[in-house]
């Protein structure tokens, strides 16, 4: 493991939101390990602080932030906050999301509301907060972890899947936009990864039988997710900008064959 003043990112400061826990820690503690000062937001403070022991105890600064994304003024303040206590905002990461399951016919106004709030009109409000100040450098990185619910249909997510394909829209258009201030945008859209939120969406049966549609066999990491975040934050990564990267095993590229290679495996190892 490179010491924490020796990595791609020493010098940089990074603000990773829901880092509190799973993905978003696990990315945290990836950007401090190759040197950046890490901001970690989360609506719940007690998880980010716990984040914050975790990147001290191995050597690294980062600092606790309350921000619920949703939220305008939330933001603003966290931006500042992060801002003034590293000088410079070199990297965004929009991770924080909720997902709530319900059947398209029975998804409650409201809880639309909430996923359209956090998961998409978050990432404006973060993105547009942190490149303003990443314009006044003229550099910076943006990367939003969207879903592969939102390349296509989700069963029984629809307020969800309509958010993450929002943040893809909402990617492209930064792309284009902030390419004049040496801003890139970029999504990665995880299949499953073996985190909280996906015990709490699913059920213990489709828990366990979801491995068997991916490609790969079985659900991502949260440090596989990290990789590829540090990746599209490197400053090597400046002509990549627009995309939408799956870390999913090959779920994407399988497409509505997966159907036929889950049935596939259910003959060849039946129960
Ligand atoms: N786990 C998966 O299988 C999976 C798959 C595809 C995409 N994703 C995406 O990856 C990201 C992280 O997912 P995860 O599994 O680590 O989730 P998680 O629920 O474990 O962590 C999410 C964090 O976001 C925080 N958060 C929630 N609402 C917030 C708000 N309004 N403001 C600030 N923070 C808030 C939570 O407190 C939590 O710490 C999300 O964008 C999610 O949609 C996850």
């Known amino acids: 493991m490179p010491n924490a003043d020796q990595g791609k990112l020493t010098g940089q400061a990074a603000i990773v939101t829901g880092a509190g826990r799973g993905i978003g820690r696990a990315v945290a503690l990836r950007l401090m390990r190759e040197g950046a000062a890490v901001a970690i937001a989360d609506i719940a403070i007690e998880r980010a602080r716990q984040t ?30 992060a801002a003034e206590a590293f ?16 059947p398209f016919l029975d998804q409650s106004a409201e809880d639309w509301a909430d996923h359209i709030g956090i998961n998409l009109s978050g990432v404006f409000h973060c993105s547009q907060a942190a490149a303003r100040v990443m314009a006044t450098a003229g550099y910076g990185r943006i990367i939003s972890i969207t879903s592969i619910a939102g390349m296509m249909g989700p069963l029984d997510f629809p307020a969800y899947g309509a958010a993450k394909a929002g943040v893809i829209g909402l990617t492209r258009a930064m792309a284009l936009e902030l390419a004049d201030h040496g801003i890139t945008a970029n ?53 990549i900008t627009g995309v939408v990267l799956p870390v999913d095993g090959g779920a994407a590229a399988a497409g509505s064959y997966m159907s036929e290679k889950f049935r596939r495996r259910s003959v060849e190892a039946p129960g």
Not at 57 to 77: C, N, P, Q, Y
Not at 88 to 102: F, W
Not at 222 to 232: C, G, N
């Open 52 to 81: 914050v022991s975790a990147i001290e105890e191995s050597g690294g600064r980062a600092i606790a932030l309350s921000v619920d994304t949703a939220s305008r003024s939330s933001v603003d303040a966290m931006v500042a906050s």
């Open 87 to 102: 000088g410079r905002i070199d990297i965004l990461v929009n991770n924080a999301a909720i997902a709530r399951s319900a």
């Open 187 to 239: 999504a990665i859209a995880p299949g499953p990864i073996d985190t909280e939120l996906l015990r709490e969406a699913w059920s213990p049966a489709a828990y366990s039988a979801r491995a068997q549609h991916i490609p790969v066999a079985r659900l991502g990491q949260a440090d596989e997710i990290a990789y590829a975040v540090l990746m599209l934050a490197a400053p090597e990564a400046a002509y």
